[in-house]
């Protein structure tokens, strides 16, 4: 059973457009993070949301953490070719415990 | 990228035979993480560790096993490789004072591919 469900799980768009994708559970987090990945690199952390209902915005990038603190989205405004890559949710089920990750979703940018 | 290095980069190695992988870290960090990642499946943990010789297992720890005899160093040896366990490997660290807001700093990948 997949704990962070990611949508979609493959995205592409033409440049300019907006897109959001999805993080959701069933479970609640205490805190849920976005990270990056491009081609042959690891994840880099973009956010961290921690309080219900949160919004926090990165440039473009806006993310949202669900009031009851089960879901979170990431809203990408005009979208950019540097935007292309693998987008990854993850959150500490509880206390001390290592991260859970979704499983992605990949986005490509087309100029 | 918080100091952070994998080695080897790249192996490709028979069934059967040993593997060890190198995660080293700069800056003396309590946890390190061991992860691989696959189509499909996205980041799943193996082993991870929060001070030197104190190491759990992780969602697939089986046919893995870890050593961390400093703080610097996070050892993952596949015993007896099989193509399974042809995948990339990233090590991580977890940076802060909370788990809940630490933010995880990941190595540049190990490519492993089992014949």
Sequence with gaps: ?111 | DAGITQSPRHKVTETGTPVTLRCHQTENHRYMYWYRQDPGHGLRLIHYSYGVKDTDKGEVSDGYSVSRSKTEDFLLTLESATSSQTSVYFCAIRVGLAASTDTQYFGPGTRLTVL
């Design chain 1, 1 to 111: 059973t997949q704990l962070l469900e990611q949508s979609p799980q493959f995205l592409s768009i033409q440049e300019g457009e907006n897109l959001t994708v999805y993080c959701n559970s069933s479970s609640v987090f205490s805190s849920l993070q976005w990270y990056r990945q491009e081609p042959g690199e690891g994840p880099v952390l973009l956010v961290t949301v921690v309080t219900g209902g949160e919004v926090k915005k990165l440039k473009r990038l806006t993310f949202q953490f669900g009031d009851a603190r089960k879901d979170s989205s990431l809203h990408i405004t005009a979208a950019q070719p540097g935007d292309t890559g693998l987008y990854l949710c993850a959150g500490p089920l509880s206390g001390n415990t290592p991260l859970v990750f979704g499983k992605g979703t990949r986005l490509s940018v087309i100029a």
